[in-house]
């Protein structure tokens, strides 16, 4: 299978989503129903020697700025600068902490 995306200093090889909608009842007057949809990509940085595993990152539409309903190329360009966002919030933090891969269980191929 191809990659999604490939670039300079990674490339995304699956794009996951969830169904993430909520009811919010937090605001007095305007509780409402929240569409949203949680994404996991999953990358691998380059060069691979110095990256052994995959990275993920998850956005969610409605904490994260991103549209519901976007083409496969319009959801790759907005989510580009959250994953450069993320992979360098996660190059400055402490390594001690092991990480355990995403449970895919309720995740549905995007792309």
Known sequence: MANVWVGENYYITNIYVT???????TKTGDAANVS?????????RLPESSYGS??????????DGIALG?????L?????PKINT????DDASAKDDGHTP???DTYSVKI
Do not use: G, K, P, R
């Not at 790759?76 to 580009?80: F, N, Q, R, S, V």
């Open 19 to 25: 169904d993430t909608s909520y009811f919010d009842n």
């Open 36 to 44: 949203a949809n949680s994404y996991l990509t999953i990358l691998q």
């Open 54 to 63: 995959v990275t993920e990152v998850a956005v969610d539409t409605a904490t």
């Open 70 to 74: 976007l083409s496969n190329d319009d």
């Open 76 to 80: 790759i360009a907005a989510l580009l």
């Open 86 to 89: 993320a992979l360098s919030a």
């Open 102 to 104: 995403t449970a895919l």
